[in-house]
Nanobody
Framework: VQLVESGGGAVQAGGSLRLSCAASGSTFSINVMGWYRQAPGKQRSLVATIRTGRDSTYYANSVKGRFTISRDNAKNTMYLQMNSLKPEDTAVYYC?????????WGQGTQVTVSS
């Protein structure tokens, strides 16, 4: 499984961005996809996940009500719509795909929110 993120950038507080994660390869084996982020000097943390089939979702408390995770199965692409962005959302955002045997990471995309 290969993952490529896009859509990061710089935005002012209160603004919006939409991240995309395009998956290729053995996409049929993916059970769960998710977004993680890592701010400078901090550990990588979970932002949101979406389970294939049921499309059940999970959000970290810090983003609940502001971010929306979704996927387009026909395009093998996952999205993260980020609204009401805050400076503390500044981080490198990574997508992850999990199969029964292992997880796969994308290369990351930078999101910078200025106050």
């Amino acid at each position: 499984v290969q993952l490529v993120e896009s859509g990061g950038g710089a935005v002012q507080a209160g603004g919006s961005l939409r991240l995309s994660c395009a998956a290729s390869g053995s996409t049929f084996s993916i059970n769960v996809m998710g977004w993680y982020r890592q701010a400078p000097g901090k550990q990588r943390s979970l932002v949101a996940t979406i389970r294939t089939g049921r499309d059940s979702t999970y959000y970290a408390n810090s983003v609940k009500g502001r971010f929306t995770i979704s996927r387009d199965n026909a395009k093998n692409t996952m999205y993260l719509q980020m609204n009401s962005l805050k400076p503390e959302d500044t981080a490198v955002y990574y997508c992850k795909a999990e199969t029964w045997s292992r997880g796969y990471w994308g290369q990351g995309t930078q999101v910078t929110v200025s106050s």
